[in-house]
Every structure is written in structure tokens, then in C-alpha cells.
Antibody, heavy 123, light 112 residues
Framework: EVQLVESGGGFVKPGGSLRLSCAAS????????MSWVRQAPGKGLEWVGR??????????DYAAPVKGRFTISRDDSKNTLYLQMNSLIAEDTAVYYC??????????????WGQGTLVTVSS | DIVMTQTPLSLSVTPGQPASISCKSS???????????LYWYLQRPGQPPQLLIY???NRFSGVPDRFSGSGSGTDFTLKISRVEAEDVGVYYC?????????FGQGTKVEIK
């Protein structure tokens, strides 16, 4: 069974930092381009960024609102995706989903999303 | 960024009746490879999004055939031929021809 389990969310003050983790199982994590998508309370979906496989260069891409503040990384030996979030602002308050949406695996009948972890930025 | 605009933003449908959601993109989603990178997701209450349709009109694995997608270029439509109670939630279109991937605002579907 495929699982994506996010953790690390919580309450943080503006300007603070938080690191989210996403533990993957049930599929070959190292073969997947992994992404973060967030959803502010009561709002729509916003793509945060992605990281390619090591084979494809392992490079990340970011949405403009988070570029320079957030860092996406992966540890294929631990089947884990990370999102390091620095200089947090209130607008970063959201549920953060880990997903394979950038992997193109929908063509293989696969499109995985975690249940999300809530990040609240408030003073 | 490509702006995705959905209409309507909410829809109340009698079970068994059809429903239709429009999605318009600010730029063509037709890639030089011949594919059009438009997707439809459903987010049920309290759940992560789930893929319904990929590349305009292809039903994802396990999606009932009452769901269909159509369109080209910048104009797309998701149709539900006969709405069922389990179809309630928020529907999003998404483009992936260009980074950042962008989503429509969402269309909330409820049952009358």
C-alpha cells in the first residue's frame, strides 16, 4: 500500500522556521519527482515546488512566493521528502501536502497525495 | 504565471442530474509535443485532492465513466453525466504546461 505521511507541522511565529517531512512507502521513492502543494484554510490549492529525481539532476523548482525562503530536499536512502521553511509569514499558513503530482505517474495509473500537515504562522 | 479561471464557483445539483464546470486558462495549454496539460481534481471534504481527468479528457484509473473532460487550447469543461451523492466536494482544474503549476479557484459541488 502506498503511503505519504507528512509530519512537522505546527504553530510558529512570523519570522520563524519549520521543517516538514514526508515519509514515503509502497513505491520506489527514488524514481519519483516529488512535490509540495499547500492549501490555506478555506482556500484553494497552491503549488509550492518540486524536486526531481537524482537521475534527472535532483534539482528543485519553487513558486515565486516561497523562492528564497523555502528549500525542498530529499533523502532517497530514507524515502523521505523535506520542506525547510524559513522566514515564515502569516500567508504561509496552510495545510501542506506531499504529492507525486510532478512525477507524471498518472500515465501509469498512480497519483499519490499525503493527508497533509497544518502549518500555522501567527504571533 | 498561467491564470486558471473556473465557473461557476458553486453548483447545487439534484442527484441524477448532469453538472458542468468550465475552466479557462490565460494561455494555451497545448504543448509542442501535441499534448494538452490540463487536469481535473476532486477534493472531498477533509481529504487530499484526487485526480479525475488528465490531459483534458482521459479518465484516471478507477474514475467512473460519468465523469468526462473536453476542450482544447484555453477552454475546458468537466461534465458529470449523472451526479451522485459521493460527487460532493470541490473540483479544481490544474495546468502543468508551465511552472508554476496553477490551479483554478475551485468549484464547490453540493447536492440539493
Amino acid at each position: 500500500e502506498v503511503q505519504l505521511v507528512e509530519s512537522g507541522g505546527g504553530f510558529v511565529k512570523p519570522g520563524g522556521s519549520l521543517r516538514l517531512s514526508c515519509a514515503a512507502s509502497g513505491f520506489t521513492f527514488s524514481n519519483a519527482w516529488m512535490s509540495w502543494v499547500r492549501q490555506a484554510p478555506g482556500k484553494g490549492l497552491e503549488w509550492v515546488g518540486r524536486i526531481k529525481t537524482r537521475t534527472d539532476g535532483g534539482t528543485p523548482d519553487y513558486a515565486a512566493p516561497v523562492k528564497g525562503r523555502f528549500t525542498i530536499s530529499r533523502d532517497d536512502s530514507k524515502n523521505t521528502l523535506y520542506l525547510q521553511m524559513n522566514s515564515l509569514i502569516a500567508e504561509d499558513t496552510a495545510v501542506y501536502y506531499c504529492t507525486t503530482v510532478d512525477s507524471g505517474w498518472y500515465l501509469l495509473g498512480s497519483d499519490y497525495w499525503g493527508q497533509g500537515t497544518l502549518v500555522t504562522v501567527s504571533s | 504565471d498561467i491564470v486558471m479561471t473556473q465557473t461557476p464557483l458553486s453548483l447545487s445539483v439534484t442527484p441524477g442530474q448532469p453538472a458542468s464546470i468550465s475552466c479557462k486558462s490565460s494561455q494555451s495549454l497545448l504543448h509542442s509535443d501535441g499534448k494538452t496539460y490540463l487536469y481535473w481534481y476532486l477534493q472531498r471534504p477533509g481529504q487530499p485532492p484526487q485526480l479525475l481527468i488528465y490531459e483534458v479528457s482521459n479518465r484516471f484509473s478507477g474514475v467512473p465513466d460519468r465523469f468526462s473532460g473536453s476542450g482544447s487550447g484555453t477552454d475546458f469543461t468537466l461534465k458529470i453525466s449523472r451526479v451522485e451523492a459521493e460527487d460532493v466536494g470541490v473540483y479544481y482544474c490544474m495546468q502543468s504546461i508551465q511552472l508554476p503549476k496553477t490551479f483554478g479557484q475551485g468549484t464547490k459541488v453540493e447536492i440539493k
